[in-house]
């Protein structure tokens, strides 16, 4: 009878390999980032509305977007 090769658990690559990744520990994912939350903090978004609103609006010249945002919060203010 033949013996099949002698292979030390040690020395072969798939036992190596198993060794290596189960050595190491995941890093733990990152936090998230916080938002800030500072009253006066912008930001940018994308928002659909009519053509004829957006005109009215930028019928003032620049400073557009500043009149929606006023118009709007005198919406979230009543």
């Not at 890093?27 to 980032?33: D, F």
């Not at 004829?52 to 557009?64: I, R, S, T």
């Amino acid at each position: 009878m033949s013996r099949p090769p002698f292979r030390s658990t040690s020395r072969d690559p798939r036992s190596l390999a198993e060794a290596a990744f189960k050595s190491t520990k995941p890093e733990p994912p990152p936090l998230p980032a916080a938002k800030p939350a500072l009253p006066s903090v912008r930001e940018m978004v994308t928002l659909r509305i009519d053509q004829d609103v957006l005109a009215h609006f930028q019928e003032g010249g620049p400073g557009w977007q500043d009149r929606i945002n006023d118009a709007l919060r005198t919406l979230i203010a009543k």
